[in-house]
């Protein structure tokens, strides 16, 4: 299983696609946190990156199934599929290795963007006037969102043997996760509005990003990652 994971990441960097999907990622938060008026760190006079932790799921709903749409359609399409399902690894160790290669991918992107908080670590007056529970607390937050992502991402591949299709229907659902069930919230009432707000990815996300860490919305992102791979491996075994 072990090869397996790396050598999907071996995969994705030997693509100048891949390099191109992670230049495009970084140089679009760099504009979003230093560049772009109104988000610009700069503009605000505080040390704080809630520039950061506010655009960058939006970022990843674009950018995760860029990263897991090959994964699984790319083998079924170049006929490679046949010959790892009849290897001696089961079907749940497979969705296993392929998912954590592109866990693995997405903890490589949101790396650089450490040096972020060095920069308004430094920045700050005095140097480290910084609230750094509160950053550590949403950046822990953003990779549960990326995780559930790429279960998402994964389980979207798995459905198809085209990429672009893949890529659309990760988009869509990480989009319904994140956006649409809180948008639905706003429309609701009463039970209703509370129970679509539970199961948006943005109201355990927002929860997280306040420096507190409760183990419900933890509970939740393990859960929601636990479902889609589980979804992922019924595909599988039933093909």
């Known amino acids: 299983m072990q090869s397996l994971i790396w050598k999907e990441v071996n995969t994705f960097f030997n693509n100048l696609s891949g390099y191109i999907v992670l230049i495009v990622f970084l140089v679009s938060l760099g504009l979003i946190v230093w560049v772009f008026p109104g988000t610009s760190v700069l503009e605000y006079g505080y040390a704080e990156l809630e520039s ?3 655009y960058t799921p939006m970022v990843m ?22 010959l790892l ?49 509160a950053f550590f607390g949403s950046y822990l937050g953003l990779l549960m969102v990326s995780a559930s992502f790429a279960a998402v991402g994964v389980f979207s591949s798995s459905l198809t043997d085209n990429q672009i299709v893949a890529f659309v229907v990760g988009v869509f659902v990480s989009f319904l996760l994140y956006v649409g069930f809180s948008s639905l919230a706003t429309f609701g009432g009463g039970s209703w509005e509370l129970f679509w707000e539970e199961v ?17 919305n933890l509970y939740y992102f393990v859960g929601l990652i636990v479902t889609f791979l589980a979804l992922t491996w019924g595909v599988v075994e039933k093909r």
């Open 61 to 82: 709903v674009f950018l995760i199934p860029a990263i897991t749409m090959r994964l699984i359609a790319e083998e079924k399409k170049t006929g490679t599929w046949e």
């Open 52 to 54: 950061l932790f506010a």
């Open 200 to 216: 948006s990815i943005a109201y355990h996300y927002e929860r997280m990003s306040r420096g507190v860490v409760v183990s419900n």
């Open 85 to 133: 399902v009849t290897s001696p690894i089961s079907g749940f160790q497979i969705v296993l290795a392929k998912y954590l290669a592109a866990l693995v991918l997405v903890v490589l992107a949101l790396l650089p963007t450490l040096l972020y908080y060095y920069s308004v670590y430094q920045l700050g007056e005095p140097p480290g006037n910084i609230d750094s529970a």
